[in-house]
Each structure stands twice: as structure tokens, then as C-alpha cells.
């Protein structure tokens, strides 16, 4: 599913009406119809419904939509929250079709509550058309109050477009926002639907057809969001013949004294994930502790420094294992020494494989920024969580949270790499400029190792003959699709990064198994 800015969006609807005709009274009337459609099908034939819109477009889209429901035999109320003087356009056309008798206009505050209350807290939907994707201010005022009031309700919301008070691009909460039970939305998401917190407030989303030419939805610019649909056709059928050999080998360096469960999550990971054959090299000092983690993967001890950590004396060992090998891993749980460090510089100017590098293996980027632009693999994959990221930018955690998606993009093009901007809606981004919003995972995976499960993921798909792009948002998604698996039985508190290595498969047999039939549907939900 393509995710578009606010600005495309307005950039194509002008198109629409400039260079094919379409009316804004046409797309308006579109609008609305779309949302009484939804509304009939989700709350029934008919019912008590409150719509309290504002004076612009969106409360244009609200005026649509109350009086289609009234033609269906709906009980509408519409509370506008505006002087009928303040609107114009296609919004004022659609408010003249509207009885008087059910058209109240409330602009200062406490009117809304003193004149409504009973009316919103008995009606079977309140729909929220105040706002729409034009906000870039604090909610303030009457508008806040309507928020305010609507949410306190209890009633089922269906915002059109977007929740009053999210932003539609960033999907930041501008002061406060509705929290919606569903969302119409038209011709596309957009970004404020699927980023935090704006996904929370947005419920259930419905996208829906409001009769943009083909030609121009395929051309506007936009971001992918992963869902099963998705990342589907992305997976490689296996052939019947197939040998351990036909599914790659992968190398895995990580680990140190006190680190060891980071290296064998990863390389646990990987087997799971589908790899035909695991290796972990690791410090001889940790060596046989990690011969009884993994099972499954072999393992081969390296020269070590101090206490148990990697230095330059183990390139040559490392150098040989290459040999044979799909990718490399190289990271979690290296440790912070500076010998360290300068290993994994080395190996990033040495290495020629498909790398994904994590966790110390940042860190020792952050040392070096510009090893970035003396790597030799044309594939490299980086997989920062916030901090990693400020760290490699050298800027701080805010700011790379402000704008996440420009700041994956960026640094990507910069260095020439695949970067993975961990959290909630995990960014992928290409080294062309191209970026994916992850739409799997939940807050219970904020627990130590999951990283590591995503890493070994990732340098399994490597290994296994799936290209960078691929190989990171098939990777991501199947990560957070795993741990939603592990959530329907065990809940969000208390899951642990095994139990999410423990479901790979799984989540593989889900998008395998799950054949999905064309939508022939006029709506498609998110």
C-alpha cells in the first residue's frame, strides 16, 4: 500500500481537477458518499448521528456526509463550529443542500457543552469532520473543546480524512486529537495514519476510492507500507529438491565476555530464519559457552584480548572463514574497546560479502563515520535503533525521532547503504532514496535482544540469496510479524526475544500459506 504526504496529496487532487476535470464539488461528493457507505455498513440502516465539522474542506466532506446519512433515514445533527459568514467554496455549497433545521453553529466556548452534550453522548456516531490533514497548529479554542468532548463521550468516531489533531504528514498530536473508532481517508494513507502516535488515534482506516484517474495514483510520490499483501510476493518458494547448500551460509562475528547471548540470538536467529548452514565465530574466550547456546549453528573460536573482546589480532582467522561463505553479520555484543573498534573498521574496508552490521558494529562506525565510504561490499545493511543513529550522525535522539523517514533517507543516500531505523514503523531506507514504513511488531518487543533476532534475520535472507531491499523489508516485516504471533498467545508484557526467534517459522507458514485473492472490494483496510 502506498503512503503519501499531505502535500502529494493536495499536488494530485489539483491535477485531478486541473488536468482531467474533476470537479472539487465532484471529489467532495465522492467524499462523503465514501463515508456513508462505511458508516452504513459498520453502524447499520439507520441511527442517531452527530457531525461537528469546521468551516473548510473537511467540514465540507462532514455537510456531504450528513445529508446522505438524513436521505438514508438517519437522525442527523450538524454542529459546525464556525460563523456561517467564515465559510466559502465547495464547503458552502454543500451546507446550502443541508435543512437548516438540523444545522447548529457553536463559536465560542462552552457552547458546544452547553448546547450538545446530551445530543454527542447519546448518538450511535459522532463524526469528526473539524480539522482534516490542513492542521499545523495547536488545537485550541472551541476545536479544542470539541476534542475534548468527543473523546469523553464513550461513542464510536468516525474521523474523516484524519483524527482532528493529528498532523497528517509527521503524525504528531498537535496539543490533543480524537480518538477515532475508524477512519475514512480517500485515494491513499498517508504518512500521519500510519506513524506514532497518529496510528493510535486513527483506529481502524479505511482508504477509499473517491475517483482519482489511475495515471495519477500510480505517479505520486510515496512511501511503501509493509503488510502481508505486501512483503508476500517477495518470499522465495522453495524447490523440492533442494540441499542445505541451496540456502546459504552465513557468518556471524559478535559476542564478548558478559555479551554472549547477543551472538547466539543472532546466530540462533539466523538458523531459524532459514539459513542452510550457521557459523559464529566468537572469542575463544566465550567459545564453549556458546557451543552449548547454539545447537544448531558451529562455532570457531578466535584470538582474543583483555576480557574477552575482538582486536585486530583476529582478522586473518576471520579473513579464512570468509572463504565459502553468503554474508556476514558483524556486532552485537562486540563490546566498546577501541581494539574492537578497529576491527570492525577493518573488516568493513576488507569485506566484499553482503554485510549487515548492528549493535557494537554502530558503535564503531560512530568512531568512523567516513570507513562508510571506503567499504567494499555493495551491499551493506545498517540496522540503528535512535540512539545508534545519533550516534552515527552525531546529533541527538530528538532530533532524529522529528523526522525519521528524511533522516533514514538521508544518511542511506549519503553513505551508499541500506539503513533500518528501528522502533515503532520501522523506516527502511535504499541507498536510491527509497523508503518503506514497517507496519508488523508491538510495544512488547521493547526488550532486550530483539535487535539481535532482527539482525540474524536479516543476514539469513542474505545468505539465502535474497537482494538488500528485499532482504530488509521481508526481514523487518517477518521480525514484528513473529512477535505479534507470540502476542496473540502470551500478551505484550513479559515476551522475550527467544519466544520471538521461537515463532519464525510460523510467520513464514502465514505469508506462505495465506493465499490472498484479488480485493475486488471498493474499499481496502489498513
Known sequence: MKVITIHTMRETEN??????????????????????????????????????????????DGYVTARLLSQKGWNVKVVILADREQISGDAAVNLERLPGAVVSYCTHEGQL?????????????????????????????????????????GRPVVSIDIPSGVHGTNGRVLGDAVRAYMTVTFAFAKLGHVLYPGAEHAGRLVVADIGIPPELMESAAGYEFLDETAVRPMLHQRGRQAHKGTFGHCLIIAGSSGKSGAAALLANSAVRSGSGMVTLAAAEKIHNILEIKTTEAMTVSLPFSGNGYLTNDAFPAIEKLLSGKDAVAIGPGLGRSPETYALVQHLVETITLPLVIDADGLNALAEDIAVLKRKKSGQVILTPHPGEMSRLMGSSIPDVEAIRISVAQEFATKYGVFLILKGARTIIASPAGTAAINGSGNPGMATGGMGDVLTGIIVSLLGQGYNAWDACRLGVFLHGLAADMVVEEKGEIGINASDVLEKMPYAYTRLLSNIMLPDLKKFSEL
Not at 481537477?17 to 447499520?44: D, N, P, T, W
Not at 463524526?127 to 468527543?150: C, F, K, M, P, R
Open 15 to 60: 491535477q485531478a481537477i486541473k488536468e482531467y476535470g474533476i470537479s472539487g464539488l465532484q471529489l467532495m461528493e465522492r467524499a462523503g458518499q465514501s463515508c456513508v457507505e462505511v458508516i452504513s455498513s459498520e453502524f447499520g440502516l439507520t441511527g442517531r448521528a452527530v457531525i461537528i465539522a469546521g468551516r473548510g474542506n473537511n467540514g465540507g
Open 113 to 153: 457543552s452547553a448546547l450538545h452534550m446530551q445530543e454527542i453522548f447519546q448518538a450511535d456516531v459522532i463524526v469528526d469532520a473539524l480539522l482534516g490533514t490542513g492542521l499545523s497548529s495547536n488545537v485550541s479554542g472551541v476545536y479544542l473543546e470539541a476534542v475534548d468532548l468527543i473523546n469523553a463521550s
